[in-house]
């Protein structure tokens, strides 16, 4: 590692972290209408921290929905070029009584920063942006770098996708860099090598025509609760498999090898169960964890709501009933194909529950799978064997940033997800949160992958 | 009918219902204790509505809970008494968006009262101190009267029934008389001779100690709104029966002359779906939809909640997910036991769908059965052959008024249930009406009554 940059690193410490504290500080929840002043603010910081960092330029693109930040140094026609990935949009707060620091008051408790996007994904956005200025200010920067900072990654990426393929030249570059993952842990680096993609559908189903006293009504008329539930309960069997007829068709089965290596992968399967308070894994039959939550699809609710929901008691027969479920999808399926199978098959169950229902697709995306054997992974996997001591193993994440598969399709150009949150972060809970040693490891390792990448490119 | 009573009721037309007007415009929502204040004056209010109507007293009874409003004309320890009972609560109003008018601002279109408890049950109650009012001022009274007005009926009566067992000899009466049902129609007036039972149980079903990220952790961990569905999905069977243990040990079954004359109630299937806008009644297998609704017990989710319901999407698998179930009762189901099962089926079934249930009662009534021969029914029935000019109709309502099995076990008095209401009323939804035929036609009614058990008791 370049000296110069690790003192200009050790140097700058406390400003980068009060930087970070004044981004995260802006409330910028892309699902919420009223947060649209703090999305434009934000946008607007993050360009002058562009600049500030040393970017030739920095311009705020409008889009039809949230801006775009895009940003570039460009050092030479013959370096490679990086094209930096990140959002600065977070996701809701809600419940906010679970929160025991305020979400948008930073603070620095237990070695770590706490508030909502502490990791997702303002705190490892700005790693980047660091990590480039010290490139810059050091002259240590052998790569062209171009940032390109959305904010509707948490409700579907919509106006990136078109901005993209409307400004392809702008954005040629040999690879796209995004830390938006987790590590398996701190003594196991890893990097993320596939993603699940998602159909997100919100459904309602409605029975009567107003809501009716549940004494004078009820045993004679659908109850569009009961039925919801029956309906939801109905597309999962005791096997946990989905019941959607068609829905693994296109399900990519991985061979007996391929498996051996995903479990391969350390996992500490009772860590992983004490952590989130439940007595045990519980999945689809004949995977193991860590294959449920990387390469087979899911259906979850993500919400459901009906009838009283207040204090006490009120007896009625609701209306309607909703759910918002989600939908993730692995390696062959398109979330076009499953979305309109799952609404079909909701509305070919519906009558014999008794209800109608209106299913609306929300969003979607494609799951995405990483090559191990390009130079930008062997980049990213040097850089990260420097700073952890341990070289990084790849690994199939059950999450989904619909937008990698997007940039494939729409730039030609394959990510490197070199992420370094972990499963404790919270992300999209309360307490989310960052651990310092992770931030600061992460503004590290990032200049080494400019370093292998530009000399694997000569 | 007394041409003196029939003067003074035609007289004082308006004057009663801006009365009802003031009284509708206070909101006392007993479920919500920002209402308190509320409760507060609407109890005033009607301890000044009985003076006014003649009462010798009126007294505010404090309890634990909601005060209770007693009065009483007392003309001679010989004449029958008649104890009045009435309740000054009403429901919540929401979803207020769906009320055309303002819930608590009453307005008299298209022949009817529009606003909260215009029906249910400030109309009815008050019906019966314009009644009483009538018969003092034209001297007519025959009975000595008694009124006792609560203001937790919506909230399970929870004051009334401490309050009965402690005021027993103040409450000693013949009979009953309560206005808080409806008629099978204005062509069809009915009796209500059967009231079911409830057990209203809150659930809360936990998984996992936080929300997770429904990519990170998706299919390989319990989704307790997944595990809920599935669980009240499975509390009833392809044929509509309730699969709780026990759950019907004790239901009283009818012989078949019994559902033949409650079967033969007029009554207009199509026109009951249609008023509802669903295009089939549905139910238990093997039983009607009279039946269904006045003989049988139920299983209704009046309200559920779970994870993200905001704008949006919000992609998470939730913490816990709640539902709120209102199991109607019939005659021989005791809810205590009922509670009990239910409690005991969830907690049972909980761990094969992965999650912990809390359960949490919170309130239960006794089903009621009256009976036709007694002098109470009797007078009753030919007072509204009088103004209906058609002998009324015995009816199973499928509704419960908790505390008339209370009284029953309480003061050992039968009620007789002369309500005056109609299903179309809309009581617990949105746009509760009462149609001003209605108020008026009881209003005549009810001084017929007290003749007839006057002279029945002589």
């Known amino acids: 590692m370049n000296t110069l940059v690790s003192a200009y690193l050790e140097q700058h410490r406390d400003r980068f972290l009060q930087e970070l504290f004044d981004y995260l500080r802006i409330p910028s929840v892309s699902s919420q209408s009223e947060h649209q002043p703090d999305i434009q603010r934000c946008a607007e910081w993050l360009q002058g921290a562009l600049l500030k960092a040393g970017a030739d330029l920095a311009e705020i693109f409008p889009t039809a929905g949230n801006p775009i930040v895009y940003g570039e140094k460009i050092i030479s026609p ?3 070029t990086v094209l930096v990935y990140g959002h600065y949009d977070v996701m809701p707060v809600d419940p906010l009584e ?3 620091t305020e979400p948008f008051e930073p603070v620095v408790r237990d070695g770590k920063i706490w508030g909502r996007g502490a990791d997702d994904d303002k705190g490892q956005a700005f790693m980047h942006v660091k990590a480039v200025e010290a490139l810059i200010a050091t002259g240590q920067l052998r790569c062209n770098v171009k940032f390109m900072f959305e904010g509707e990654e948490e409700i579907g990426s919509g106006s990136l996708t078109t901005w993209c393929a409307e400004h392809k030249d702008m954005l040629v570059a040999d690879v796209i860099l995004v830390s938006d993952t987790s590590l398996l842990g701190m003594d196991t680096p890893s990097i993320t090598c596939g993603l699940r993609g998602l159909a997100f559908v919100e459904v309602e189903a409605t029975g009567p025509n107003r809501d009716l006293h549940s004494g004078l009504y009820g045993g004679a008329v659908v109850n569009p609760v009961n039925a919801l539930c029956q309906m939801i309960g109905s597309l999962t069997d005791a096997d946990g498999r989905i019941t959607i007829p068609g829905f693994y068709d296109d399900v990519q089965e991985f061979s007996a090898a391929e498996r051996t290596e995903i479990n391969a992968a350390p996992f500490d399967e009772q860590a992983f169960v004490s952590a989130i308070g439940v007595r045990e894994p519980r999945g689809e039959k004949g995977y193991t964890t860590l294959e449920r939550k ?8 993500c919400g459901i709501w009906g009838g009283y929901t207040g204090e006490g008691a009120k007896t009625i027969i609701p209306s309607t009933a909703h759910a918002k479920v989600s939908m993730r999808l692995v390696a062959g399926q398109d979330f076009h194909k499953i979305t309109r199978q799952f609404v079909e098959h909701m509305e070919r169950i519906a009558p014999q529950y008794g209800v109608t229902v209106r299913c ?6 494609y799951p995405y799978v990483a090559p191990t054997d390009s130079a930008a992974y062997q980049a990213a996997a040097r850089a990260m064997e420097d700073t952890f001591g341990k070289r990084p193993v790849p690994f199939y994440s059950g999450g989904s940033i619909p937008i990698i598969s997007t940039f494939e399709r729409t730039l030609g150009i394959k990510s490197i997800l070199m992420g370094f949150g972990l499963d404790t972060d919270a992300i999209h ?29 000569r």
Chains 1, 2 share one sequence.
């Open 360 to 365: 609306t697709p929300l969003h979607g995306g």
């Open 98 to 100: 679970l929160w025991n």
């Open 294 to 301: 990387g390469i087979r699809p899911t259906l979850d609710v």
């Open 429 to 457: 809970s309360p307490n989310e949160n960052y651990p310092l040693e992770n931030f600061y490891r992460g503004i590290e390792t990032i200049p080494l992958f400019y370093h292998y990448f530009a000399e694997n490119h």
């Open 78 to 80: 013959q370096a490679p």
